[in-house]
Every structure is written in structure tokens, then in C-alpha cells.
Nanobody, 116 residues
Framework: QVRLVESGGGLVQSGGSLRLSCAASGFTISRYAMSWYRQAPGKERELVATITTAGGGTNYADSVKGRFTMSRDNVKNTQYLQMNSLKPEDTAVYYC?????????WGQGTQVTVSS
């Protein structure tokens, strides 16, 4: 059974840090482009960061560059999002995504709330 389970969300003050995790099961993340998305209330879901399959290069949304770092551990089959210098505008539900040319998997999301 394919699953993506996010964890690590919570309430943090502006300027603080959180580390999100996404544990995958039922498939191997190294064979997928892995991403983090977020969706704030009343807004569309937006791409935060992506690690591609080939070479493991990482791309970030301009709004999080220099503050967020995405990584993955292929042995643990888990990806991470280290979020530093958090801002109230980072408040959203954060989703883990795995995609290749055949499949597109989503986690259930984890809430991140940044207070000012």
C-alpha cells in the first residue's frame, strides 16, 4: 500500500524553525521526483521545493529560498523540509508529493502556523 505520512508541523513564533518529515511506504522515493507543496487558507496550493530523480538537484520557490532546505534520505525512504526564519506568511498546510511519469502520490498534510 502506497502511503506518504507527513509530520513535524505545529505552532511556532516568527523567526523560529520547524523540520517537516515525510515518510514513504509502498514505493521507493529515489525513483520519484519528490516535492513539498503548501496551501494557505483561501489560496491555491503552491510548490515549495522539489528534488528531482536525476542528480538530486533541488529547486525552491523564490519565497522560501535561503530559508528552507529540502533533503531526502533514500535509506529511510523519507524526505525532509527544514524551515528556518519562519514568517507568518509561511502559515499553511504542507503536503508531501511523489511523482513520476505514471504515478502522483500525496500525503494528508501537516499544519504549520507561524505567529507574529
Amino acid at each position: 500500500q502506497v502511503r506518504l505520512v507527513e509530520s513535524g508541523g505545529g505552532l511556532v513564533q516568527s523567526g523560529g524553525s520547524l523540520r517537516l518529515s515525510c515518510a514513504a511506504s509502498g514505493f521507493t522515493i529515489s525513483r520519484y521526483a519528490m516535492s513539498w507543496y503548501r496551501q494557505a487558507p483561501g489560496k491555491e496550493r503552491e510548490l515549495v521545493a522539489t528534488i528531482t530523480t536525476a542528480g538530486g538537484g533541488t529547486n525552491y520557490a523564490d519565497s522560501v529560498k535561503g530559508r528552507f532546505t529540502m533533503s531526502r534520505d533514500n535509506v529511510k525512504n523519507t524526505q525532509y523540509l527544514q524551515m528556518n526564519s519562519l514568517k507568518p506568511e509561511d502559515t499553511a498546510v504542507y503536503y508531501c508529493n511523489a511523482r513520476n511519469y505514471l504515478y502522483d502520490y500525496w500525503g494528508q498534510g501537516t499544519q504549520v502556523t507561524v505567529s507574529s
